[in-house]
């Protein structure tokens, strides 16, 4: 035993010599790695270190080392790509700024920054003080007269990812959206349309510098559209002139092996330079535009603020090239785009962004073929739009209407005949077809993109949306029709018995039509008042979400794509007659039991089950294709006599 105990012992004082040693060499070498930009190889475990611990001071100044008066400058491009140095003065260190944030106030003194004032897009120039990097400009206050900065300390931005890996993909987080009732398209519409936060409010009275969205290729009245619903991210969308920047798109595919390795064929990725996150590239394009603050091997900081501020995204990133520097009163920016896409925004923080040359962010083709009435052609714009859960759906709603308002608005007399098929890798895709009239482009894109929102924000699984394809046929006329009379050969009848069903429609500009067919009771119908609706696709989509809720419920992504598909399958230029007859049966879940004696429906019903249990609607129907968009009902009552 005592053999054994001093064996045990000489290990104590090995461990005790290893962990001695440890406690020496664990600042030097996490403090290397902090100086090269690395993560914390005990990410997710160790504390984020002080503010200024372990930077290469000969590289970097911290807050606690300035003071008003030092020499200063900032690196950015005012015109082409060329990197300029402009003057600035070192106002004051204001700590605590908001809940753990310092900041560095600066004035620019060079001529053309006192004219333009503060400009969107510099977010993410690097300033400089006593020649050592200590921030990058980030945010200002409105309608300021002189051109006032605030500056994110470098040691802040640095520190941007090292709470994960770059390999941590951006995940399923919740929306908002409620996955236990029946999909509800205007609903998810109004969610995605009403902002659920705003980037841009303020800092103590300063606001972070909003990042221009470049638009090109969007007629003037989705442009204002999309500027309203873009602002809330902290974007500030710049109309552009003509059509997107189809080689951008080509490039980025044909020169992936240059991206791959570090972009080296087009304008680098350099302090100062122009960072460009294009969102939309090809015919149409948007492009946001922000500012490289530091590059430290792979990866790049920028922006100094965030973008979309929730932590891992995926999206590309590119090179960028300044038109001009706009002077505004209300608010100065850049008018700028993309150049190549040479990696990919992969982590986004409240100090900044950071992506990794090399890296290729998934992008989602998108095809749309729109045939006018006043377009000799038909036109097929191509696009690659960028995969993300939230801005997505409304760069997909921007880019449709964009190509369909390419050549005008719309008359006040049209309609619309569309196609949209959405690939899905891996599971069945989601293809549906229907008209509209009277209604803009309101219906094609609430249902197309509502599609997109719920595929992406679903809790049930990942979604890998590969392609999205639109056809979209615009003539100027309207469709629309009314249901002038309906006649009934007998509202009393037995069951067993036939009913002879007349109606008569009335379009607008176009003669009545008639429609007849014969309605036989069923024999097993009991005495009693029944009512027959007769009706267009907008109330019968509100019937069938009544009767059959569970088709319209999802529960797991195969139900979610099948009740996509249910409530996309309903035309809307059909007339539906719908005898409405008792319940009888139960629907368990998605199961339907018509035919179940009403004792074993009871017994199912008991409340203490946890399966969803709800009687099964009986009702005969009718459909007639019109040619029209029925926009009202009628409801006739028939009595079933003894």
Known sequence: MSEKRAKVKGQKVNFSAFFFLLFILLPILTGSLYAAGESNPSEGLAPVPAAGAGLDKTKYITVDE????MDAYCLTVYKGTEIERFALDVLSVVRDISPGRDAILVQGTDERFIHTGPVAGCSGSPVYIDGRLAGALAF????????????????????????????????????????????????????ITTPRFSESSSLNGAAALPSPLITSGLPAEEYERLAALVEPFGLMAVSGMGGGNSSLAARDSSSE?????????????????SLAVPLVTGDIAMTVIGTVTEVVDDKVYGFGHSFLGYGPIDLPMATGKVHTVVSNVMRSFKFASALEIVGALRTDESAAVRGRIGAKAKMIPLTIRVERYNDPEKRVYNCQVANNRLLTPLLIR?????AALSFGKLPPDHTIEYKVDIGINGEESISFENVSTGMGLAEMIKESTGSVAMLL??????????????????????????IWSVDLSDSKVKAGQQIDVSIVLESVLAEKKKYRYSLKIPEITAPGQYDLIICGGYDYQQFLRKAEPYKFVPQNLPTLLEALNNL?????????????????GVAVEKAELPDLPATKALVLGDTKRTLIIQPYRHWLEKSFRTGTIVMDKKVMRITVEK
């Open 140 to 191: 200002g206050w409105g309608f300021s007269k002189d051109p006032l900065y605030g500056v994110t300390p470098i040691e802040e931005m640095l520190r941007v990812g090292q709470g994960r890996t770059d390999e941590q993909k951006e995940g399923q987080t919740g929306s908002g959206f409620d996955f236990s009732r029946p999909i509800d398209f205007d609903e998810i519409e109004r969610q």
């Open 457 to 482: 924000n679903n809790p049930y699984k990942k979604v890998d949306i590969k392609s999205m394809d639109f056809d979209v046929r615009i003539a100027p006329k309207n469709i629309s029709s009314g």
């Open 66 to 69: 300035i003071v008003p008066g």
């Open 257 to 273: 092996a240059a991206a791959m390795s570090g972009g080296k064929r087009g304008t680098e990725l350099v302090p100062g330079a």
């Open 568 to 584: 996309l399958a309903i035309e809307r230029d059909k007339l539906y007659c719908l005898l409405v007859l008792p319940s009888g």
């Open 398 to 402: 921007s880019a449709v209407a964009g």
